[in-house]
């Protein structure tokens, strides 16, 4: 039997709804900030109940990374994330002194965010935890509604990039060394 022309019609237009649904909705999760902004300071709680400040980190590149020790890509990518801190750490990179990675875990469980930090061999000292998860401050005023996500941010605290790979990370870091 044949199919009428309407038959095909209407399967394409719920998949293209659908489609644009899901990007639409993704779009909500991520990040609200564009390169050239620049990020207010940060301040949470490290392992050991320090209070460690983003803007206290002074004339590095900076990656904000929002994770948590539940979430298989986020875990995923703590080797690569380590070799390009280890890689870039104490690297003049253009005019700055370095880089530094400052990993916002939102965890619920702090005890299980503490013992990932060691498990997972994390390397960059600046981590800190929200046990709000995605209800705390700094995830609803970023719009973090999905990780891992990150933000690159030169030595005056502007984006100068988002949702970054380490590959794209190393590439970024890379190129603002050599200018």
């Known amino acids: 039997m044949k199919k009428s022309a309407l038959g095909y019609i209407i399967p394409a237009v719920l998949i293209i709804a659908a489609v644009s649904g899901y990007l639409i909705y993704k779009s909500s999760l991520e990040i609200n900030l564009?390169?050239?902004?620049?990020?207010?300071?940060?301040?949470?709680?490290?392992?050991?109940?320090?209070?460690?400040?983003?803007?206290?980190?002074?004339?590095?590149?900076?990656?904000?990374?929002?994770?948590?020790?539940?979430?298989?890509?986020?875990?995923?990518?703590?080797?690569?994330?380590?070799?390009?801190?280890?890689?870039?750490?104490?690297?003049?990179?253009?005019?700055?002194?370095?880089?530094?990675?400052?990993?916002?875990?939102?965890n619920f469980d702090e005890t299980r965010w503490k013992n990932s930090l060691n498990g997972l061999g994390v390397q960059w000292p600046l981590n800190v935890n929200d046990t709000q998860a995605f209800k705390s401050e700094v995830a609803r005023k970023y719009n973090v509604g999905s990780i891992p996500a990150n933000v690159l941010l030169n030595p005056e605290y502007e984006i100068v990039g988002k949702n970054l790979?380490?590959?794209?990370?190393?590439?970024?870091?890379?190129?603002?060394?050599?200018?």
């Open 34 to 106: 564009s390169n050239g902004d620049k990020l207010d300071n940060i301040s949470l709680k490290g392992p050991n109940g320090e209070v460690f400040s983003l803007h206290d980190i002074h004339n590095k590149y900076i990656l904000v990374h929002f994770w948590a020790s539940w979430c298989g890509p986020c875990v995923a990518e703590v080797p690569e994330l380590n070799k390009v801190y280890q890689l870039f750490k104490s690297q003049k990179i253009g005019n700055s002194d370095g880089f530094e990675i400052y990993a916002v875990s939102l």
């Open 165 to 179: 790979s380490p590959d794209q990370i190393k590439d970024m870091l890379n190129r603002f060394t050599n200018q």
